[in-house]
């Protein structure tokens, strides 16, 4: 009965965290694209790019674009996970 109880709150806490963390990109989405251009033009002109730092943003956009296309799945397999242990 504990053990329901625990993974029913862990299951909330994911669920929220999974909202929260999209209304978080969808607005913001926009702002981290254009600071990311604007960062890449800065640092090419002045010669300091990286291979490491153009994976990294390259990485977090993909991965902040990929979640907001994805959302609505996750999401319903968080329902189900919630729905299971009710």
Do not use: D, P, Q, R
């Amino acid at each position: 009965m504990m053990l329901k109880k625990i993974s029913y709150i862990m299951v909330l806490t994911l669920k929220m965290g999974c909202i929260l963390s999209y209304e978080v990109l969808a607005k913001f989405s926009t702002l981290f694209y254009i600071i990311f251009i604007f960062g890449l033009i800065f640092t090419v002109k002045n010669n300091n790019v990286t291979i490491e730092i153009l994976a990294i943003s390259s990485l977090f956009l993909f991965g902040s674009w990929s979640y907001c296309k994805l959302y609505k799945k996750i999401l319903n397999w968080i329902l189900k996970l919630e729905t299971k242990f009710i």
